[in-house]
């Protein structure tokens, strides 16, 4: 058996006249690459990539479920009835006070930004700042406070890039004054 490890690794998918091909430059591939290339394959073939990603989460539930059913048909774990009540029985009790301790915190800290609200904002309403104010204050803006002169000149009074065209226009209008 040869086994060339720099030979490339083509994995190709077609479907509905779509044919998507993957190619990596070795062969000794790792699963991890491997499931990219599906990826890459399914949504090249047009599926979601939510599509995919919840395919992955369903798939491990029932691998998960599919190692419960085989330890308890192989007897390595199987709880007797009392004990798997009274587990069920402290895990419902335990979670009805915890939601309990978690609602009396929320309502603790809604309390609290209800009261930093009211006094964040008061007296701002009616500050004075107007639309020009705020318009005259971001034209008087540094588009980037490092930039060295000559990088400036290449912005606008609104910190937007000047283009020929704006440049053109700005260079016409100080003609016509």
Known sequence: ?????????????????????????HSDTDIDELFDVFQTLVVGLGYHESAWK???VDRADEY?????????DMGIYEPNA???????E?????????IDEAIAEHNEDEELISDFE?????????????E????????????????TPEELEKYDDYGQLKT??????????????
Not at 5 to 23: H, N, R, W
Not at 120 to 130: F, I
Not at 166 to 175: D, F, M, P, V
């Open 82 to 88: 009392e004990l798997r009540r009274a587990a069920e």
């Open 64 to 72: 998960k479920e599919e190692e419960i059913e085989n330890a308890v």
């Open 164 to 177: 020929p065209k704006k440049e053109k226009k700005i260079k016409n209008k100080s003609k016509k004054k």
């Open 1 to 25: 058996m040869n086994l060339d490890f720099k030979k490339p690794t083509i994995i190709t998918a077609q479907q509905y006249g779509t044919k998507v091909s993957v190619e990596l430059d």
């Open 54 to 56: 919840q395919w992955i």
């Open 132 to 147: 020009e104010l705020e318009e005259q204050y971001w034209k008087e803006q540094c588009p980037d406070p490092f930039l």
């Open 118 to 130: 009211s006094t964040l904002y008061d007296g701002l309403e009616n500050d004075g700042w107007t």
């Open 90 to 98: 402290y895990v419902k009790m335990l979670s009805e006070k915890e």
